[in-house]
């Protein structure tokens, strides 16, 4: 017991004899070798040491020397240390001021430790030390100045990886011999000093990742000795410095991911000894000029999203040594041939391994030149122009090709850096028409193909099946035909497999159960018909399955094996039979049987149990279920013989006086319904022009698959073009008359657009109610085209969950559309004759204009409520079905409860949380009675900067761009409380019980005073 008491207080003395011992140093130089000793023990005292590491310390016998990590040399005849080195120990603890006392210490490594607390200023006092490696530790606070005070011999300073925060000392100039200075991803602010450029030996400046502001020095350009300049990831603003041409001996020059402008400098093009060129993410301007060719030893040139206009300079061709050109993200342009020389120029760069040129203003078509360049290309990537023509059938001729994207995807270096993306263009995907050559089947390392979003037809070539693909995209074309067997037979297929949007005919193969290594497969939105193969059992690791579209037919086969399924889509197909037993068992997210023709009973345990995580509307067999459900119940098929036999005897007689009747009533109510759809699509003709059947075919080709822009489950949406209007462009909704519930949908649609105007409500310009040339009952409403798509491609562009978002949205431009969207919910419920409730606001409902204005559309099914019943949240239409979607659905509807207004602001709520953290409400992660409301309320206020959208942490909007540490990920302040303000509102919009939840003008009043506040603008009072 009093060693334990003892202890702390020996250890307490034994710092102060030794920091009186270090200010004797300083005066007197009366250091020994004990005096080293006790500092190396005193050192000890404050660490943790889990893994034993320094074990040889405790050793009494072993002579300090020779303990591990410990270098000595004699001086004056004594053993003085001289170098302590433990790097990557799992040492965890402080710093001591002991160390301070090891007068002859000359080097000091504690890399890649555990350390924390702050810098001892007392290692200033060391007058011999040359080496100071700190980095990779958990260090905080500032850096000392006096570590510059006593430094005339320092030649290497690195505290890199740390959590320093303050300026970087401005008297650096006091170390002469400073060969390199490493502060990168710490947290320090401030200005780049000056005074750096007095280091005549400087060879490596390594500051990036902090949170550095102002201009580049031009006193850098002084730096002679400099070889490697690295200062990414900071605030940094202004011009490039022309003085950084000055510096001859520069190798690696990386200064991107900041807020630099203007033009490059032309004296960049000088340095001759340039290997790497890394410049992505500013707002550089200008043109890429034929200088560029002087860079004779580059090897790596990074120009990735800036401004840059102008053509791609075939000059381009003299570096030989280039093996990596990212070129994409800017404003470069090719129209014709000579626009496209520079590929012509690249053929002379035999070592070129990465070429992409995605996103800018490439057109024309792809020159056949593109087979000749290097044999070594592995990854061709194009996508986000406007490239037309066919692709050329020379790319076989590239036989190291292992990734070929001619959709708009980033590079994988994007996804562990926070990146700004500044991609301006509507259209993600290219123009290429024609067939996929067969040729792309010869590439033998070909591993990732993504033509997805052109223009493409004709069948899938059976070659692609002999290549080692791990990943296949060819969705949202015109690809026609079957489904080749080749295709489903590529066992390295890893990662996603689709062919969604297209129209493939025909059976799915059986061979589909050979893609036992795909966690995904989506054949959804095609024409395939049969029975799903069962073989699909076989595809071992499958976690995502989507075959919604289709025209699928027979029972759902048995898929016991696939105990990893997590996500099942057969919806709107004809399905039939029971639903299956195993489904029950299964460990699922999401589950959608609805729009078929499956009958009995509905399970209600498992999946089954959580009326928010699975659908079977548009069943009309079906029966039981949670109540929640408000299906018929089942009735008993064990009666007796006797019992039917009565049953049937007291029937029989019945059913023939009853059937008359019957239709009698049935020919009275379609007399009144068509008189109910006549009145209702005639008010709407009478405000608009009339439209025939003859001239929707012509506005939309034929309907041309060309020109389909949508499916939903009621009908498709094309793309026209009309003649009353100057050729305007609109969007015509064609209603499925096949599929159960459209006709009342084309109702509720016309009845609720007909009497509402606002900017923020999908503009009608009429509707058509005819018949078509062969005599079928035609149905179509006709909107206004709003350039920009659905909201919802905006918040989750393909593979967003994995990979990252392209098509991003500021956030201004969420909370102006967050606003647009409450402005139009509010008119609906307020400002109306009879208030009119939604029923399915989502984001894929809502669409932006040119000008990014969001439009609340698809009222199919919308109800319009008596007056004096709005009033209560309870009081509506009645309903006996789900209103909505699955996840945004307020949960009364799911108990039976009557559509009321309130639900809409609950459906609000939600669309407001995943706008604002990029999660929506059906993602994996939510289950076990975890929901988006419930994530965003646990994490409010102190942790919304860990689950809002991490492109909010980019920026702040209209350009204004401020990139994260994206290891500190250290946010911007004002963007975190503004998204906090906003998950607010959202949360008290999605409470569970209605009468807790927000009015929708107050809703906009709130949103308006969060969005001034994070413009900076005063609020009024």
Known sequence: MYTCVLWPFSVMLLHLMLLSSVGLSAASQMETPNADRLSLRAFKTLLSDPSGALASWDNASLHFCRWRGVTCRNHGGEPRVTALELESLQLQGKLSPSLANLTFLRRLRLRNCSLEGSIPQELGLLPDLRSLNLSNNQLGGMIPTSLFQNCSRLQFFNLSNNYLTGTIPRNLSNCLELELIGLDNNKLEGEIPGDIGSLPKL?????????????????????????????????????????????????QLDISNNLLAGAIPAAIWNLTSLAELVLINNNLTGTLPSDVGNLVGLTYLNLHNNRLVGTIPQTLGSLHKLKVLFFGYNKVEARNAAGWSFLDGLTNCTHLRVLDISSNHLGGELPKSIGNLSTTLTWLQMGGNGIAGSIPLEIGNLIGLTKVAMWLQPPPWYYSSPLRWEASREDYGN???????????????????????????????????????????????????????KYLSI????????????????????????????????????????????????????????????????????????????????????????????????????????????????????????ASAFSVVGNSKLCGGIPELRLPSCTSQNKSSSVKLIAITSVVGGILCVTFLISLLVARHRIRKSSRLSSVTSCIREQHRKVSFAELLRATNEFSP??????????????????????????????????RGASRSFLAECEALRNIRHRNLVKVLTSCSAVDFRGNDFKAVVFEFLPNGSLDKWLHPPERDKQGSLRMLSLLQRLNISIDVASALAYLHHHVPSPIVHCDLKPSNVLLDHDMVARVGDFGLARILNKIMSKSSQRSTNSATLKGSIGYAAPEYGMGNKVSIQGDVYSYGILLLEMFTGRRPTDDGFKAGLNLHRYVEMALPDQVADIMDPNLLLGTGEGEVHPANPSANWPNIR????????????????????????????????????????LGLPLLE
């Open 203 to 251: 060879q490596a400046l390594v500051i990036g990742s902090n949170q550095l502001t102002g201009s580049i020095p031009p006193e850098i350009g002084k730096l002679a000795s400099l070889t490697r300049l690295f200062m990414s990831f900071n605030h940094l603003n202004g011009p490039i410095p022309a003085a950084i041409g000055n510096l001859s001996s520069l190798t």
């Open 431 to 485: 123009k290429f028409v024609g067939e996929i050559p067969a040729t792309l089947g010869e590439l033998p390392r070909l591993n990732l193909l993504q033509l997805d979003d052109n223009q493409l037809h004709g069948s899938i070539p059976p070659s692609l099946g002999k290549c080692p693909l791990d990943k296949l995209n060819l969705a949202s074309n015109h690809l026609t035909g079957t489904c080749p067997k």
């Open 491 to 610: 066992p390295s297929l890893s990662k996603y497999s689709s062919f969604l949007k297209q129209f493939v005919v025909g059976s799915l193969p059986l061979d589909i159960g050979n893609l036992k290594n795909t966690p995904t497969i989506d054949v959804s939105n095609n024409r395939l018909s049969g029975k799903i193969p069962s073989t699909i059992a076989e595809c071992q690791v499958l976690q995502y399955l989507y075959m919604q579209g289709n025209l699928f037919r027979g029972p759902i086969p048995s898929f016991g094996q696939l105990k990893g399924l997590r996500v099942l889509d057969v919806a709107s197909n004809s399905l039939s039979g029971r639903i299956p037993d195993f489904l029950r068992s299964f460990n699922m997210t999401y589950l959608n049987l609805s729009y078929n023709d499956l009958d009995g009973e509905v399970p209600k345990d498992g999946i089954f149990g959580n």
């Open 706 to 739: 060309a020109n389909l822009i949508g499916m939903g489950s009621f009908g498709s949406v094309y793309k026209g073009i009309v003649d009353w209007e100057d050729h305007k462009i609109v969007a015509v909704k064609v209603l499925n008359q096949q599929q």
């Open 975 to 1014: 963007a975190v409380e503004c998204v906090t303000s906003v998950l607010r509102v959202g949360i008290l919009c999605s409470k569970e019980s209605p009468k807790e939840r927000r009015d929708m003008e107050d809703v906009i009043r709130e949103l308006h005073d969060i969005r001034d506040a994070f």
